[in-house]
């Protein structure tokens, strides 16, 4: 299984020359596993780089595991060139949302005019939706097997989730928003660590400095220092930084990222900034 990097920031997309070894756009990684289809882990402005990179004339199947509602993880959607293909069909897991109201609404009422030229049900290939909470289920990884998605309900803001899968003897879990406590206590809830426990690779949200998290304890997130303690303590083998503050330039990644590549030595775990454009392999 490879996991590749097409959007790692947090909140909003952003640009400029001071962020162009991270990239700025919002939320959207893709996992390949040899012989399935691709699976997405959300849909921010990242998809649409994927997008292009897909094979023109044979119409795009796929299935995205969706965190949560919130634009940056749902931007890129209108911007999936794969979907103005006939016979194309994205399978989209998300969270049922507290009000009753289905994603699928959330989704029409989102991408329509005046909002968007087009109504998303227009586009010619086919979106269906599946709501998910603590659950678990499987992705029909044809030739290459049954896939096992776990997700389980995560703190930020609003009804999110997070994602485990294995495949195959290996894992990888998906957390790119969580809510440390805002005492900044280091506790995670069970379900948080059921998605962690042992994975080869987790992605996780790691969006603010010490001192930011004092000023915006209630935003949602958790300090770099929260992530790393969250992989040592689920025994995790590898942690990509993601969901990086927008207002986070190069430089200031680059010392972030080094001071959590020691703190997470120290502790058994194996941490790198998640980057625009790098693929990994999961497991090996
Ligand atoms: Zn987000
Ligand atoms: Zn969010």
Redesign the pocket.
Known sequence: MTATFHGVR??TPCHGSDIVRYGGN??CVSLQIPGADPILLDL?TGLRYFGAMQPIGKPFRGTCLL??L?W??IQGLPFFAPLLTHGAEVKIHAPSQDDGTTVEKVFGDTIRPPLFPIHLAMLPGKISYSEVGDSEFVIDGAGAGDIHVMSRVIP?VGRTVGYRIDWNGVSIAYI??HQQPCDGSLVASEGALELCRGVDVLIH?A?YTPEEFARKCDW??CTVDFAVWLAAEAGVERLALF?HDPAHDDDMMDRIVSEAVVAGKAMGVDVFGAAEGITIAVGS
């Open positions: 947090g909140s919002t939320s921010g965190s949560h919130h940056d993880h930020h790119s928003d949200d969006q949602g997130h969901h």
